[in-house]
Nanobody
Framework: QVQLVESGGGSVQSGGSLRLSCASSGGTYSTYCMGWFRQAPGKEREGVAAIDTDGSTRYADSVKGRFTISQDNAKNTLYLQMNSLKPEDTAMYYC??????????????????WGQGTQVTVSS
């Protein structure tokens, strides 16, 4: 069973930066497609970024050029560097994992494991 624990959320002003981390335990981290998702109050959950086992990445259009997803396989840890934050980035951020099984690591996939979330609040 994979367990995911996010950290690094907080409150920042518009234009600021935050770095989220997601520590993984259980399973074989290097075989997982990993992703970051977010959900704002009253809105549906949306994919933010995903990273495949080969390091290839995908981003939502709303965060391209501002957010960077990365991972450290030796530490079983996923990261999300968020720069130039905007008030509309305010949300609960979740990391998620699913077995790659050779399929493309797309945010539209059904992710099997989820963390508890970390809150990001951006004030104008």
């Amino acid at each position: 069973q994979v367990q995911l624990v996010e950290s690094g959320g907080g409150s920042v002003q518009s234009g600021g930066s935050l770095r989220l981390s997601c520590a993984s335990s259980g399973g074989t981290y290097s075989t997982y497609c990993m992703g970051w998702f977010r959900q704002a109050p009253g809105k549906e959950r949306e994919g933010v970024a995903a990273i495949d086992t080969d390091g290839s990445t995908r981003y939502a259009d709303s965060v391209k050029g501002r957010f960077t997803i990365s991972q450290d396989n030796a530490k079983n840890t996923l990261y999300l560097q968020m720069n130039s934050l905007k008030p509309e980035d305010t949300a609960m951020y979740y990391c998620a994992a699913t077995e790659s099984n050779g399929a493309a690591c797309e945010m539209e996939r059904d992710f099997s494991y989820w963390g508890q979330g970390t809150q990001v609040t951006v004030s104008s």
